[in-house]
DNA sequence: TTACGTTATATCCATGCAAATATAGCGAAT
DNA sequence: ATTCGCTATATTTGCATGGATATAACGTAA
């Protein structure tokens, strides 16, 4: 009934997104997965989405973030390096905080 | 080089969006211009969408956000009410405030 | 009463984006 | 050798979004 506001925050290596919320929602899907195929599945995304969108993690951050494997026992897989792990801890401890701030915020809309 | 973050940030009211970057340039380049066609040449934008939008802002606010007027001299024009300059002002600020509480928090990107 | 410049709205069309589809390549296990 | 399930890519197809265009409605001023 009343107004909400709402954010999106997403991290930047030069000028290419590094992580947003679609970005952490995948590799948390490949840790509990264990492949990009399956991960993808469970997003409801297309496999090729997907792909791009690790492609485009990997390519811009300092360190790799994600081990892919191709071949091998099950076809292969894919696996969040400790890199990776720490990226998205601190990714959803700073969007935590955001929404916090934005909600105190938010009273000087209200109060209009 | 480094890592950026950046963020953007949205009002809705019953999840309708009612104000945003894109709608706060618009109602700011009404105000400059006192007519809804020019505000959306000035923003490179279609009278289309620049109507849709005002439209939008102006069925989800609990106010008015402008006066639109048709016909008489010149043609008719568009103003901002009271409630729709408090409104960008305040939305200003917290988009200001909310970019250094972000830039603080990067820090803990940084230091992985 | 006619002209004007705007708001307001419908319709058509092109363009881009995303999904679907297809296919190659890989390496371990059997 | 062959099969399997995955990563990695290119190509096609379909759909939605937005732009272009057209037009109605309006009220003041001349």
Redesign the pocket.
Known sequence: MSYKIKSRIWIESNNNVLLGEGRVHLLKA?QKTG??????KSLN?????A??L??SVNKSAKKPVTI???????????ELTEYGHSLINAFDEINKNCWAFLDQQLDKIKQL
Not at 35 to 40: H, P, V, Y
Not at 45 to 49: A, E, L, N
Not at 68 to 78: L, M
């Open positions: 490949i492949s990009l195929s399956k991960a993808a995304i297309s496999y090729k989405k792909w791009q690790l492609d892919n494997s191709i071949g091998g026992k099950g076809g292969g897989g894919a």
